[in-house]
């Protein structure tokens, strides 16, 4: 099959990297030759084609960024825009591929904001599948450059034109990832804007068996304007065609309104990562926003181990192809979901047999109480079942963005016998929020707080992830200002659990029942806590 030629290549290179055929100089013929040929095979396409379809992409992101109604109508009860999708086809003279025997579904979105970030590092941020996957970790699984038409000229890449595979996710076992193979086009419109334009190969069904092809990006893409001081304006387009698919009913209103994919999500997650970067380059930290730890090299280095933790964490949590997902029932009975992997040389990770166990909920309560709640260290023993029941103390707090929930900190749980301490990482922004953590050494951690390298400190993080529920009109149950009309109209959560353990120290051992049921019922009980300290229990 074709496209398994095209998972073969882009696991024949390193995510990030490119295949040997990486320039359009009249230098390089002969590789040139090679990756055209590997094009004609795959897609039946040559380079004055490929050339032909980025520029008419262009040309349609360009107008799909800039253009208000008829095109795009506001949304009177969400006050999102929404795509007149009679009117785009009229406009772009597009074919409605929907008469095909496959039903898609059509998701289109768009999002404007500002970023903390300088234009040429954001260029090169979307133009390197590692920065790419980097700047996105709960959203891209797996990334990679599978070959490199025209390399663009200058640092900031103008003209650059490359195929990529990306396979996109939810931080859940319970929503499929999306495999979308596509080609990224880098263009200079003017001395301040940039434009980067993704687009799936056209009538790629025509040589590839279409129900292999579940989803594939129509015109989508970013359009990036330098507004100096560091900052850049960011309207981002996402336009997807996906084959209809059975959503389980949790999620299914989040994943069939678009927003699990859409732009609101990317640009929330990229305003995020921007701010992240800005704090850990900063030098003129203000004491109160970094308490415990008296360095830069400390915070940088705290910052940086608390980022490979969460990194690590959206990889164990995902339905993507690195994990291989087995369902059993809890105790509590909701689903769970359990994974194991080999660890046989990483010092990221304990050395042996990690088993993940995974469960995701609703629970009728707002977002922003769910995540204030799990953040906070002083409620952390009414859910925490590996709490030793006494105080919990903060040592180090390092801020990482302007809300006060992003944010590391290292807490010490405390009882008579013993001290544990903890990292926790937690990340909030206008979409979902994460609360990730991880028992760690003490000693380890103290080197870390005062500077030293974290690479080679193994970690293993469980935690939640939180995304509303998709139905923005439902009426709250709970929330943190019930005098506020706006936060009234929000809904609940979905709340995705995660524990990891090590279930053996011995790569070649097998994952017992004893395993099975730790996670079984850590996760039951930490659900029960959860919904009992929160009121919900029916919920």
């Known amino acids: 099959m074709q496209l398994e030629k095209l998972r073969a290549t882009v696991g024949k290179y390193p995510a990030g990297t490119a295949s040997p055929s990486s320039s359009c100089s009249a230098g390089n013929d002969q590789q040139n030759r090679s990756s055209l040929d590997y094009y004609s095979c795959v897609f039946g396409l040559d380079k004055s084609r490929i050339m032909e379809m980025v520029n008419r992409a262009l040309e349609e992101v360009n107008r799909m960024a800039t253009a208000g109604e008829p095109l795009w109508v ?44 300088d234009l040429p590092r954001l260029v090169q941020a979307f133009m390197d599948a590692n920065q790419w996957k980097e700047m996105f970790p709960c959203m891209i699984s797996k990334a990679a450059t599978v070959d490199v038409i025209c390399n663009g000229e ?50 790629v069904e025509d040589n590839i068996d279409a129900s292999l092809v579940k989803c594939r990006k129509r015109p989508s893409g970013c359009i990036i304007e330098d507004k100096s001081n560091g900052h850049c304006k960011v309207t981002l387009v996402e336009h997807l065609e996906c084959q209809k698919s059975t959503v389980h009913t949790m999620f299914r209103s989040i994943v069939n309104s678009g927003s699990a994919f859409g732009a609101r999500h990317w640009m929330a997650t990229l305003q995020l990562q921007c701010e992240r970067i800005v704090f850990f380059m900063a030098t003129n930290v203000p004491t109160k926003d970094s308490s415990g730890v008296t360095t830069q090299a ?34 509590g009975g909701d689903d769970i979901r359990v994974a194991s992997r080999k660890n046989l040389n990483d010092p990221a990770e304990p050395l042996g047999v990690i088993l993940c166990a995974v469960s995701s909920v609703f629970l009728p309560v707002s977002p922003h109480v769910l995540f204030d709640f799990l953040r906070d260290e002083a409620q952390r023993t009414e859910w925490d079942i590996m709490s030793t029941g006494g105080p919990v103390q903060s040592i180090a707090n390092i801020a990482k963005g302007k809300d006060r929930g992003n944010a590391v900190t290292v807490q010490a749980m405390k009882s008579k016998e013993s001290s544990v301490w903890v990292l926790q990482d937690s990340c909030t922004n206008a979409y979902e929020s994460m609360v990730v953590y991880a028992p760690v050494d003490i000693h380890g951690m103290q080197t870390v707080m005062s500077g030293c390298d974290s690479s080679n400190i193994a970690i293993l993080p469980s935690g939640f992830s939180i995304l509303p529920d998709g139905l923005e009109t439902r009426s709250l149950v709970l929330t943190s200002k019930p005098d506020d009309e706006e936060k009234t109209m929000e809904g609940g959560s979905l709340l995705t659990v995660a524990f990891q353990i090590l279930a053996k120290s011995s790569p070649t051992a097998k994952v017992t029942m004893e395993s099975l049921e730790t996670v079984n019922t850590l996760i039951s009980c930490t659900l029960q806590n959860i919904k009992r300290s929160l009121q919900c229990e029916d919920g």
């Open 154 to 203: 200058g640092v900031n890449r103008n003209g650059a034109v490359q195929l990529m595979f990306a396979e996109l996710q939810m931080l859940t076992p319970m929503v499929p990832t999306r495999e979308v193979c596509f080609i990224r086009y880098c263009k200079q419109l003017s001395p301040e804007r940039f434009a980067i334009v993704d687009v799936s190969i056209d009538k």
């Open 74 to 117: 506001r949304s009177v009860e969400t006050g999102r825009e929404i795509l007149n999708y009679d009117e785009y086809i009229r406009e772009f003279s597009v074919e409605n591929s929907n008469s095909g025997r496959i039903k898609r579904s059509i998701e289109a979105s768009r999002e404007t904001g500002v970023v903390f970030v």
């Open 298 to 331: 400390g915070r940088k280095s705290m910052l940086k181990l608390a980022q490979r933790m969460t990194g690590s964490f959206c990889r164990a949590v995902g339905a993507s192809s690195f994990n291989t997902w087995a369902k059993i029932s809890a105790k």
